[in-house]
């Protein structure tokens, strides 16, 4: 019984992240329907809570790698394309929002990375859900298919079927968070999106039986009862949706939106339980020992209270209407010119994030290389690229770092009381 409360636990943590994260990539990708300063504000609104967000997706990781083993090596490498597009689009968001939130005044090119990576990030959640969803080829617990057997028909409409639902909760969000033209907005979206969602959700439950090559086992009385009134009540929650889009108060489309997605959630699972992974890798085949179910049950049961703790103190300390405070003028930065050489002031902010941001890809990307690609070919390609690594690392660092030294970046003038105020 310690595997159920492992599943358990697993569609605890992907729930609350569809739930949670959803919301805040579908106000990324709304984002690239506004202009200006309102890009900005969609940002900062945000900015409040989607680090806590992203952190049910880290549980869910460490519940599935040490609860169901199984499903990681069936599942991982039969979708690493669209999971590694997924993280890096995830990494790439973050920095476009954090150097936004840190930079004076609105900055286009971080904003558009914000809202850019938030369609790459929820494109790649639905190729991965399809592709598993569509049956991966498994052999002796293992996957054993190409690379890209992910890329079928329903992958592809899974990927369009999640955008517009998270499209449906960023439109749900902005409605409770904000006021004026922004809500007005948000309103008129909500009522197209909820029937796109609609559509959408009627061909993938339609075509997942034509795509899925699950047996599903509808005649079962319990399951067919329960699937039905998972049915009903998304169908509920959609139609309260509906009727809150452009009225008061504004907390209800959100809240429909969430229900709808908890239902829609538990309908899948009931469809499948207890099968995991399609065609049939089942979830006591794919856990591990009773001893490691025990461990990660205790250790995750622990855990969750804290990670619910700092989730709803973020949802308490930003509640109510966003609004934009005044930014105050910050004083330039001042750099002392040297006698024998005048000083330059380069974007040297811009191109050190850019110049340790594709270190870190390329090395995530060399050492991923090296441990799965050439793992079996030749045992010393580990070592030498983790050195290649840390060596080119260290140098390009030491470079940048002197080269910023030389021209002065660092340089500021002591006597100056306002010289310790540096511009983002």
Request: neutral net charge; aromatic residues 10%; contains cysteine.
């Amino acid at each position: 019984m310690l595997e159920y409360a492992t599943y358990a636990l697993l569609l605890l943590s992907l729930g609350m992240y569809v739930v949670l994260d959803g919301y805040d990539l579908g106000v990324g990708m709304l984002s690239l329907f506004a202009r200006g300063e309102r890009r900005r504000e969609y940002g900062e609104l945000i900015a409040t809570a989607w680090d806590a967000n992203e952190s049910w997706l880290v549980l869910a990781g460490v519940v599935l790698w040490a609860g169901l083993p199984g499903v990681s090596a069936t599942v991982l490498p039969g979708v690493y394309l669209p999971l590694t597009g997924m993280l890096l689009s995830i990494i790439l968001r973050g920095m476009g929002l954090e150097f936004q939130s840190a930079a004076t005044g609105y900055r286009r090119g971080w904003a558009l990375l914000f809202g850019a990576a938030s369609v790459a990030a929820t494109a790649c959640q639905g190729l991965v859900l399809g592709g598993v969803l569509s049956g991966l080829r498994q052999h002796g617990g293992s996957f054993s298919g190409g690379a890209f057997d992910w890329l079928t028909p329903y992958s592809v409409l899974c990927a369009l079927g999640l955008v517009v639902l998270y499209l449906l909760a960023g439109a749900a969000w902005l409605q409770d968070k904000t006021e004026g033209a922004a809500r007005e907005r948000a309103g008129r979206a909500g009522r197209p999106l909820l029937a796109g969602t609609a559509v959408a959700a009627l061909i993938l439950g339609f075509g997942l039986e034509v795509a899925d090559p699950e047996r599903f086992r509808f005649d079962e009385p319990v399951r067919a009862t329960l699937y039905w009134i998972a049915v009903a009540g998304a169908v509920a929650a959609g139609a309260v949706a509906w009727h809150g889009f452009g009225r008061r108060p504004d907390w209800r489309p959100f809240a429909g939106v969430v229900a709808a997605q908890v239902c829609g959630l538990l309908a899948l699972v009931i469809a499948t339980v207890p099968v995991i992974v399609p065609p049939d890798l089942t979830l006591h085949q794919a856990s591990s020992p009773s001893g490691s179910q025990t461990f990660l049950v205790v250790g995750v049961g622990l855990c969750m209270p804290v990670v619910f703790a700092y989730n709803g103190y973020a949802w308490w300390a930003f509640r109510g209407k966003f609004t934009q405070a005044p930014e105050a003028p910050l004083a330039p930065l001042r750099v002392r010119t040297r006698p024998s050489r005048q000083a330059r002031v380069e974007p040297s902010g811009f191109v050190t994030a850019v110049r340790r941001t594709v270190l870190t890809v390329l090395g995530v990307g060399l050492v991923a290389m090296s441990q799965d690609v050439f793992g079996g070919v030749a045992t010393w390609i580990d070592p030498v690229g983790i050195a290649l690594l840390s060596g080119t690392a260290l140098i390009a660092w030491i470079v940048g770092d002197r080269r910023d030294q030389r021209d002065g970046v660092f340089d500021l003038d002591p006597a100056d009381p306002d010289s310790e105020q540096v511009t983002a």
